[in-house]
Every structure is written in structure tokens, then in C-alpha cells.
């Protein structure tokens, strides 16, 4: 019998052969959430994580209620594809056995209503499961990228018909887990099977092609940072005795700021060597000795001159590539009166000037404090791409994120890392800018 591990390497090599690579969580082998069960897939399960940002670490390692992995795949808005687990995972359950009889048979075609549970029957065992990040209906490059793992999964295994089922479909608990129509994504799988499984004819043979010099300058690496100081708790430089501070964000060559007063934006310039441009608390620093920046670029909200946002534009000295890096500050939720309605309709007003603010620009950075569910389904419908996850921040509100725009690309995934400087976080990530295409 083939392993897990095998037919993982074999469904995601067919993934690379049609375009689609994965990112392997380090440990994926041998991880596996049961000590008295093995994993011998029958079917895929899908869901949809109930979250609008679930972070790679909560699939990977569970939560206090439930030990991890949840999943064998997650995959997350960013479009990327993350191979959690070969071994068993936590994911689906108690629920009834009778569609799953028939979803490993490949009988289930239109979607089906699922039976009632006894208590002691779960798919866990018996199916790979998938974990596609967001609320309800999957963002469309998550269905996509899930209809893709799934036809990958059923070559591997040579299963001819649609094995998959929903969590909605095994259990009355989880109703709406996806909210996509499961009869048109059994559909899509069997569609996406037949067209890579087709014999592949030979090209026709043709010339060599000239060959083409080597570029001169390759795509500009960078860190970029997203930083909230919280000025009110800031005293003498005390973010210096935070080593992992220090030897991460400061290390940065973009950093957007916020809550920044004067003196701590010089103690910042003057400590790390970085060229700074205030608008108010909100600040962007970059490292001279790898950009050339101009225009510098204010935007203002007008309420108690605190909040807003500044932009900068920023040219490579590697390659020549260009983008604007922005830093946002929108305005807490005491600093306007009001109803909550009231409150995040000024929110999402401000959002949307910063959009308007950065529309003139292909390729932008922005980042900042700003409360994500006002800003993040407005960025995202503005052709914007979450880096890092939203941040928990005073509690349970989600304040700090980063997104990005055109041909900025994340090299390696969004982190985050606590300060003592601060009860925000700091949020991480690798960026690259592509150089700029000759024209003639």
C-alpha cells in the first residue's frame, strides 16, 4: 500500500506540473493528531475555516479545545497552498456515516442534506480534509486552488469518481461549511480530473530559440515592517531592551509607523540611520542607502490632526523598481461620536480616501492601524492582497495589517511579533520588486 507521504509527493507534483506550487509546513510527514488512529484516506473532505484570516499556525498546531493539525492542507487567501499534515487530522468530527458511504463511492452528485449523528462516527480517519480560508463562500482564488488539491488527490489516488463531501454534508452542526454549492464543485473536480488526465501530445519540434543575455539586475528583496509604537507607552527609547524587536522590525529597510511622536521619530532616525517624512503620528522610514524616494504624499481625515495617512514613493538603487509605501492610521473608535454603525461607517470612510489617496499608483505597500473589518473587505475589493493576518490588538479587536498591490510580490509568509514596546503588534514580511521591462 502506498503511504500518505507518498501520495501526497505524487498529488502535489501533479499540482507543479500544472502550475500550482505548495509550501511544505516543516514536520507535514510525520505530524498527525492521533495517537490511536491511522489515516486511510477514502475521500477529501472540504471546509471553509469560519474565519475571515485564519493563521497557518492555529491549522498546524489546534487550539486549547482541540489538538492540532486541523487539516492536511490549508489553503489561504494569499493563494497559497500549505501541506500541513500527512497523518491524521482533527477536522470533521462526530457526524453521520451514510453520505460519506456514498461520497467514497462517487454517488453523490448534487448536494445532499446530512443525516443525523450517533456520536461515535467521524471521517477523520477515513479522508484527507481541506481547510479553505475565509466565511461561507470561499473567496474565488481559495475555490479554485481547492478544486485544484482535490483533482490532484484523486489522480494520486486513482479514484476515478468525485470523492469529495463538505462538512456540511456529514453533520447538522456545521451547516453552511462551505457555502458553496457542493454539486457544482463535485463538478468542477470531475471536469479538472479528465482535462489532466488527457494524454498530452508531442509538440510539434521547433527551432532553437536565439539566445537571450541574462538581465542585469534581478527583483529587489526587501523586508517591510508594519510598526504601531503606541506613543502614550513609549518612554526613552524602551523598545531597545526588546531584542526580538530590535533584531527583527528594526532590521527592516521599509517600515510604516504609527502613533509616533516627534521625539520618538528621531530617536528611530537617528538610532537605525533611516530617512523619515511625518504626517503627524503616522510616519514611513526607509533605508537611503537602498532607495531614492518623491514625492513625499500627506493625507489627512481631519479629526484632532492624528490620523491619516502618508505615502512615499520609492525607487530601488538594486534594480530600478518602484513603488509607494503608505502607512495608515485610521481613527479609533473614541475619537468620533455616535452609534457602533456610526463609528464604523466613519471607518470605512476613511478607508475608502485611502484607496482613492493610492488608486494613481500600479504598485503600492500600505500598512497600518486601522480595524480590519471595516478595511479588509474594501481593500480586497479594491485589488489588494493581505500579507500578514489580522492582528488581535486591545483585546479582541483586529486593528494592524499589511496588503499589497501589482507587482509586488511576498516572498515568504506574514509573521507577526510581540513587543513589549506596545500592545499592537508588529507585522513582517519579504517583498520583491520586480525590475522595470525595457521598452524600445
Known sequence: MTSNVQILKDAMKILADHGTEVKWVSGWETRDGSQRNNLVPEAVVVHHTGDPSTPLNIIRDGKPSLVGPLANFLVGQSGNIYVVAAGYSN????????????????????????????????????????????????????????????????????????????????????????????????????????????????????????????????????????????????????????????????????????????????????????????????????SPSKYDHGPNMPLSFNDKGVNGAVAVKLTSKDNGGTFVACSVHIRPGDAISGTAAQKLKGKTNDVHAVIDFLAEFPDVLVGGDWNTAAARPLMLAAGYRPVTPDVPTHGKDKLDAMYVKGNIEVRSDGSVIATSSSDHKALLANLTIPAPVPTN
Open 91 to 286: 477536522n470533521a468530527g462526530y457526524g453521520g456515516s451514510a453520505n460519506f458511504t456514498k461520497a467514497k463511492a462517487g454517488k453523490l452528485t448534487s448536494e445532499v442534506k446530512p443525516p443525523a449523528s450517533d456520536g461515535t462516527w467521524s471521517a477523520n480517519g477515513h479522508a484527507w480534509s481541506i481547510e479553505g480560508d475565509g466565511v461561507a463562500n470561499w473567496p474565488a482564488i481559495v475555490r479554485q486552488h481547492t478544486i485544484e488539491v482535490c483533482a490532484a488527490l484523486h489522480i494520486a489516488q486513482g479514484w476515478k469518481e468525485a470523492r469529495v463531501i463538505a462538512h456540511k454534508e456529514l453533520t447538522r452542526r456545521k451547516p453552511g461549511d462551505p457555502g458553496d454549492d457542493m454539486g457544482k464543485v463535485r463538478e468542477d473536480v470531475l471536469k479538472l480530473i479528465a482535462a489532466w488526465s488527457a494524454p498530452v501530445p508531442d509538440p510539434e519540434p521547433t527551432p532553437d530559440p536565439e539566445p537571450t543575455p541574462p538581465p542585469d539586475v534581478a527583483d529587489d528583496v526587501f523586508r517591510a515592517a508594519s510598526f504601531n509604537i503606541e506613543n502614550q507607552r513609549f518612554g526613552g527609547g524602551a523598545y531597545s531592551a526588546d531584542a526580538k524587536f530590535a533584531k527583527t522590525v528594526l532590521k527592516a529597510s521599509v517600515l510604516l509607523g504609527q502613533e509616533f511622536s516627534s521625539s520618538a521619530g528621531d530617536l528611530f532616525n537617528s538610532e537605525m540611520g533611516y530617512m523619515v517624512w511625518p504626517h503627524n503620528y503616522v510616519r514611513v522610514f526607509w
